[in-house]
């Protein structure tokens, strides 16, 4: 058995895997500087390790993984940079949509699509046809994502459904909130998972977060693998959740 199946197993036996997990893929750009590549050449291999990521997450029965693609601070990165990610970005859709449709994979995008060149805008919208109905995994690539714009924008569409009488101001509370997030109708995130060893929440689901158990590894985005992915689900098996409240 490899040491990836025999981990895999130990997940199963482990106790209850997590229901959702969100991933900040971070360290692509280190990780080329570290073999003298262009930083593109970084981003192009963290893609392979977003299939890995995918593959890993079904194999180890997630219902929810949500991945932190593109924020929209990244948007003041060096056009050439831009230009790079949303190059994959739409590489990606071409390669990987029929794989994730015949893997029973659902995508979703979290985030600000307005923002996004035209192209890579109908790229996305055929990526999300494409994938819908799928029931093994529920995907979300956060795109042009901020936390801060989303619940934002959550107020003001709570703001809106109070001034046009669909919603009492009695009932704007943390559930009415939660349904206008990107995320409505999902589980928050059991387990974050950081990589390349930054201890930071980068503007990433902070309402979501709020119990979420935090799993931060050195290892750098492009060198992740499945074998990292169940890892962390290990460590979370061993955590005790409290949510605030003293154990029984
Ligand atoms: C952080 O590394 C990573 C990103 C800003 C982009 C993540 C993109 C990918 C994994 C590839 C494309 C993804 C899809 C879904 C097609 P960084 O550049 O901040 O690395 P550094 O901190 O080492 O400089």
Redesign the pocket.
Known sequence: MSGTDALLERVRAGGPVPRHVAII???????AKERHLP?TL??RE??K??REGVEGAIEAGLEVLT?Y??SEE?WNRPPVEIGA?MG??EE?IARETAELRSNGVEVHVLGDLSRLPPPKREAVDKLIAGTRGGTKLHLN?AISYSSRAEIARAARRLAEDVRQGRLALEDVDEEALGQRLYTAGLPDPDLLIRT?GELRISNFLLWQLAYTELYITPV??PDFSRLHLFEAILDYQKRERRFGRVNA
Request: aromatic letters at 16%; a positive charge; hydrophobic letters at 55%.
């Open positions: 893929m971070d360290g692509n750009g280190r990780w930083r970084g981003h963290g893609m390790a977003v991945l693609a593109f990244n990610l994959l970005l990606y690539l390349s750098l985005w």
